[in-house]
């Protein structure tokens, strides 16, 4: 596959408001894209900023709840409607949920599938005819470190991160008949506001939510406008799978030498960063 060209095609992006989502929307700008931003939060400051420093380039906005299938569904039809040619689908928007799985509610377990894993999937399906009409587009599905390790107390954030790294392993073979390409990305700790704005199941006990979010926190230390940039550098050059910082490279690693004794390592060193 050649190597993928950004100036002058259109990129969709959610969870672009703030974090590596809002990084890789000025990373995109910077190389060209024209841009549909969507998150569930105000995109006002994020496409003000671009709009700015690049005048020539559309910036469309969209605001949606993607948990909720409904809000997906006009999302597509809004985008398809003024773009029916895409260059590249970046489905980077994701919550977290801590807690084991006796802790949290099927509601709340299902709303992270709803965002992590479900919109993902309507929005590549939806907007597989625009990826398509065009030769040499490209698809980034960000999995995550728990997509490739299923640490305690994520059991439902590591099975939408799970289910979207077998997703995209799929795709990436279907699509390429088609000329698209499919990167998938496990970021380890990336320094954004996900620890500080994760949920945390209606039955962990009170003492317990604090620890759970210090450990999670303890972990993202990686910048995000970093990350992002080895996120667009994937992409240019069509790599199947990204993984970022050593705190993704070396569980993985021990996943491979370990498969069944790394879930155990993962859980002490877990409980130990909580306790700090």
């Known amino acids: ?4 060209r950004f100036a002058g095609r259109t990129a969709v992006l959610t969870g672009a408001a703030s974090g590596m989502g809002e990084q890789l929307a000025y990373g995109l700008a910077r190389r ?13 400051d994020v496409a003000a900023r671009i709009r700015e420093a690049h005048p020539a380039l559309r910036v469309e906005t969209i605001k949606a709840d993607l948990s909720d299938r409904d809000q997906v569904k006009a999302v597509t039809e809004q985008v398809l409607a003024d773009n029916p040619a895409l260059g590249l689908l970046i489905n ?10 006796d802790q949290v509610t099927v509601e709340e377990f299902e709303t992270v599938m709803n965002v992590n894993f479900r919109a ?26 728990f997509g490739l390790i299923a640490p305690y107390g994520q059991s439902a954030y590591a099975a939408s991160k799970f289910a979207l790294r077998g997703l995209s392993q799929v795709l990436r073979a279907e699509l390429a008949e088609n000329g698209v390409g499919v990167t998938t990305v496990h970021p380890g700790g990336i320094r954004t506001a996900i620890a500080t704005s994760a949920r945390i199941g209606s039955k962990v006990p009170a003492d317990r939510i604090a620890p759970q979010l210090r450990s999670f926190d303890a972990l993202l230390t990686y910048p995000a406008d970093k990350a ?19 705190s993704a490279k070396l569980p993985d690693l021990l996943a491979r030498v370990a498969p069944v004794g ?15």
């Open 1 to 4: 596959m050649t190597p993928y």
């Open 32 to 44: 060209g894209s024209h841009l549909v931003l969507v998150d569930i939060s105000p995109l006002d």
């Open 92 to 101: 980077n928007a994701g919550i977290a949920l801590g807690g084991r799985f």
């Open 120 to 145: 993902p999937m309507l929005l590549t399906h939806a907007l597989l005819p625009a990826l398509t009409a065009a030769p040499g587009s490209h698809l980034v599905n960000m999995s995550s470190l």
């Open 228 to 246: 992002a940039t080895e996120i667009l550098d994937a992409v240019t050059r069509r790599k199947a799978r990204l993984l970022i910082a050593s």
């Open 262 to 276: 790394h879930t155990k390592l993962m859980e002490l060193l877990t409980r130990r960063l909580g306790a700090k």
